[in-house]
């Protein structure tokens, strides 16, 4: 299954009413591998597909003839559209599909479905790998929004393969496009500053607003998935030990009850804070000049040296009690080596 992130405009939709009828924009980013640790949307949606963060080395591609988009149609909070079937089938005109690829739009499940199929017309396919190069856009625009605060579940639906020339089944997902009235947003995620020093709590701002609160810009502080902050209010202080030590992702979820209701509606933001000094954890690091540790230097595996170490305290190879050697200062400036695993236990002063 490939990767999916839907994005709104505007974020969440904006519900229509009789005064004010109100349009909105889906765009469904397709075949974007994000690390799993990096949370932009709703948490609670299908994971993240099938293929590697980056690309990967290539070896994994996922091969697309088709693509299809349901939308509910209807007035309850869970449709998104109350637009009547002129009016959708004349969404193939607000339509961005892959280049070259074609479009049709239809009226399904007795009027309760606005079905977009999208495929290329010498039946061709795209490859995707993960890498953003791959990646491709589906976007439909203008969408009449119904009246419904809520959330509406949208389907899509790919004919996929991981060969070029057979193979292929239809697989589907979901995600879900938040609608809220106008008396209600929540918007403008970003730390201030943009970075912390290492282990300090970072402070976090945003925008908000909701039928009891004018608008305003709350800030506050919190760590990253551990807390649930109210959107009529800043959230709380870090736990202890909580504070980031590596440039880190912090969601945010706003939690809204749309009138009428008794069910509450969650928008989630992200945004990343930078840190300095930060924790680096590396499978491979190489340097091509000057490599200064200002603390201790610990290698649990090879350590090679190309050209001259210089050690000014003490460095100690292997661990434990595996070590076999051990270089540290000794009177008068010199330097002791001692040697373990030899036939016996050697010392000597340098």
Not at 126 to 154: K, L, M
Not at 328 to 334: A, E, L, N
């Amino acid at each position: 299954m490939l990767p999916y992130i839907l994005t709104t405009t505007p974020s969440p939709l904006a519900t229509s009413s009789a005064e004010d009828p109100r349009v909105g924009k889906i765009m469904f980013q397709i075949g974007v591998a994000l690390p799993d640790s990096v949370l932009f949307f709703d948490p609670r949606e299908p994971g993240e597909g099938d293929l590697p963060p980056g690309g990967g080395d290539g070896t994994i591609m996922i091969y697309a003839k088709a693509f299809q988009i349901d939308v509910p149609v209807g007035d309850r909070r869970d449709d998104l559209t109350h637009a009547d079937r002129d009016t959708i089938l004349g969404l193939d005109r607000h339509l961005t599909n892959l280049q070259g690829w074609q479009h049709t739009v239809e009226l399904v499940n007795g009027g309760k479905t606005a079905r977009f199929t999208m495929r290329h017309p010498k039946g061709e396919h795209h490859v995707f790998t993960g890498a953003t190069a791959t990646a491709a856009a589906i976007s439909i625009d203008v969408i009449p929004i119904n009246r419904g605060e809520g959330e509406a579940t949208i389907v899509i639906k790919e004919e996929t393969s991981s060969s070029p020339s057979s193979g292929y089944t239809w697989k589907e997902t979901s995600r879900r496009a938040q609608k809220t009235s106008s008396e209600y947003y929540f918007r403008n995620l970003y730390p201030v500053p943009p970075w912390v020093e290492r282990g300090n709590a970072p402070v976090l701002t945003w925008e908000g607003k909701t039928k009891r609160t004018p608008p305003s810009r709350f800030t506050g502080r919190t760590a990253a998935g551990t807390t649930r902050p109210s959107s009529t209010a800043p959230p709380g202080l870090p736990d202890a030990g909580q504070e980031p030590v590596t440039d880190t992702t912090y969601l945010v979820e706003a939690i809204h009850t749309p009138e009428g209701t008794t069910t509450p509606a969650s928008q989630f933001m992200a945004t990343t804070i930078q840190v300095k000094s930060p924790d680096i954890q590396a499978n491979t690091l190489t340097t091509e000049g000057t490599a200064t540790i200002g603390g201790v230097l610990t290698a649990w595996s090879n350590f090679t040296a190309l050209k001259d170490v210089l050690v000014e305290g003490t460095a100690t190879f292997g661990r434990d009690n595996s070590r076999v050697a051990e270089l540290k200062p000794g009177p008068s400036g010199q330097k002791c080596l001692t040697l373990w695993g030899l036939s016996i236990l050697s010392t000597g002063w340098m």
